[in-house]
């Protein structure tokens, strides 16, 4: 795990596999299934996901920030922050040097998707996060 998180820590690739156009400011991972499972339950069963429909009105795809799910209280993941992170395209494909490993990672951020025929949200990515 901590290879792959290295890369995507120091690369524009995605958890999918697709390349994106700028390095992410944070790369983690779940300690385990389970507490992923958790994880999601937690934001649809304690109101963050409600909480960024709501700020999001009429999107499909809504992302829920750690701020709206807050701090979990359970160690969640690990993973590793950029050490200089910056909006700046160019910028952030030119930084080098070893990220900053986070531990005790205890909040979540993800994307959710509306799919109608199901009328239901779908999780198209989730990730532990730093507690607000």
């Known amino acids: 795990f901590r290879v ?4 995507r820590a120091k690369s524009a690739i995605k958890p999918n596999g697709d390349v994106g156009p700028s390095v992410p400011p944070l790369s983690s991972a779940f300690h385990s299934d389970e507490l992923l499972i958790f994880a999601d339950q937690t934001i649809r069963n304690g109101g963050a996901l409600e909480r960024a429909i709501a700020r999001q009105p ?7 920030t750690a701020q709206e799910a807050g701090d979990i209280g359970v160690d969640l993941g690990r993973g590793f922050k950029r050490v200089l992170p910056t909006g700046n395209i160019l910028k952030n494909l030119e930084t080098n040097g070893a990220p900053e490993k986070l531990e005790n990672l205890r909040s979540i951020e993800g994307l959710y998707q509306y799919n109608p025929s199901k009328k239901n949200w779908e999780t198209i990515t989730i990730f532990p996060a730093p507690a607000p």
Request: glycine share 10%; hydrophobic share 55%; charged share 20%.
């Open 4 to 7: 792959s998180l290295m890369l």
């Open 58 to 64: 009429g999107q499909d795809v809504i992302r829920v």
